[in-house]
Structure formats: C-alpha cells, structure tokens
C-alpha cells in the first residue's frame, strides 16, 4: 500500500483481558517496528524485526507483550492480561528510516 | 543508553516569525530524523540528516555529528506548522537505523 496502516485505531478494552494490535507495513518493506507513546513515558522503541532475522526484543517491558511477523509482511502485536499501565498509543513503522503508521490508541480501563 | 535532549519544550510563535528547534545527543549516531507530530497524533519525517545540512521549503536541518547536535529551523511560520517535533537517533555500531530514542520535543504553537 501507499503508508502504513494499522487497525484498529482505537481499542478499549477492561484490565485483565488481552489486546491483539495490527500493523500492516509498506509493501516490500523488510523492517518493521513497533513503538508506544504514553504521557509518562514519552515515545519508547518496542520491537523491531528485520527480514528473516530473530527480532531485537529488547524494548518489550514485560512479557505479557509479544510481537510476530508473518510471512515478512502484516505484523501483530499481543499485549496479554492489559494493564491500565498499558494505556498508549502504539505506533508501527517501516522502512529502515522509519515512516510511521497512524496509530492504534489503547485505553485500559 | 543515548540520551537526547530537545530545546526548548515550548514555543509560541506569531505567524510569520522564524524559529530554531536544537537537539543535543550523547553518543555517535548512525541516524538522525525529525519529525512532526500534527494535532490528529500522526508522526510526519520531516528530514534524515545523520550529518550536513538539508532543506525542503521553509523547512531546513543541520546535524554536526562531531559536536552531537542538530537544528531545526522553521521560516516564515504557519499555523498548520504548530504541533510537537520530535528529534530521534539511532545510536551507531547497531545494524537498524530506525530503533529510535526519542527526545521529549518541542511544543510548537503558531498564533495567526
């Protein structure tokens, strides 16, 4: 497609249960990204895949957050038991200087 | 990790007026981006400049690797221009360009 898309573009959810988030990147694009911007914490790197390669996780703060990328292309990012922490909007983005998608916006009540 | 530092946090310009948006790093940097966060929370790349100068209308960016900062400077101000940017780095010796430390940015507001 012509940008990054993602879906949904808000999701409300109750703490406890768990959130699947959709990136759907640009077409032929290997990398990947995700990232989350709350009003404490600002803008944070979360994940990143590139090609066939393992992902660099090292952003991931617990691990109710997993991400997988099939087939190099649509990548789905699962945060399990939410948290009102949680609380975000979570941004993907492709390309190896990265064009960014319009956002999911979590709230966790 | 990296440490970016943006100045100042907020700005209010009248329409017409210049400004200058400074991000300080702490480390090499192998990727340098500003972007521009508009009202409806999109991030915009304004400009990948690790290092030199570019322009792109009003708009234009100077990155001194050496010294460990980039301006941003905005011309002629709009009110569409208002919003918050963003500097970004990706720390050098990694193999991504886009794993990002984000600044805490600049609060651009444009009155008409």
């Known amino acids: 497609g012509a940008g990054v898309s993602q879906s949904p573009s808000n999701k409300v959810t109750e703490k406890g249960k768990d959130v699947e988030l959709r990136c759907d990147p640009i077409s032929g694009h290997t990398a990947l990204y995700w990232y989350r911007q709350s009003l404490g914490q600002g803008l944070e790197f979360l994940i990143y895949?590139?090609?066939?390669?393992?992902?660099?996780k090292s952003g991931l703060p617990s691990d109710r957050f997993s991400a997988e990328r099939t087939g190099g292309s649509v990548s789905t990012l699962t945060i399990q038991r939410t948290q009102q922490e949680d609380s975000a909007v979570y941004l993907c983005?492709?390309?190896?200087?990265?064009?960014f998608g319009p956002g999911t916006r979590l709230t966790v009540l | 990790g990296i440490q970016v530092e943006q100045s100042p946090p907020d700005l209010i310009l009248q329409e017409g007026a210049n400004s200058t948006l400074r991000c300080n790093f702490s480390?090499?940097?192998?990727?340098l981006q500003w972007f521009h966060q508009n009202p409806w929370g999109q991030l915009i790349n304004l400009f990948y400049i690790p290092s030199g100068t570019k322009q792109n209308g009003r708009l234009s960016a100077t990155t001194v690797a050496t010294e460990r900062y980039s301006l941003l400077y905005i011309s002629s101000s709009q009110t569409t221009d208002s919003g918050v940017y963003f500097c970004?780095?990706?720390?050098?010796?990694?193999?991504?360009?886009?794993?990002?430390?984000f600044g805490q940015g600049t609060i651009l507001t444009v009155h008409p």
């Open positions: 895949f590139q090609g066939n390669s393992a992902p660099d």
């Open positions: 983005a492709s390309s190896l200087r990265p064009v």
């Open positions: 480390d090499s940097v192998n990727n």
């Open positions: 970004a780095v990706d720390r050098a010796g990694g193999t991504s360009y886009g794993k990002l430390t």
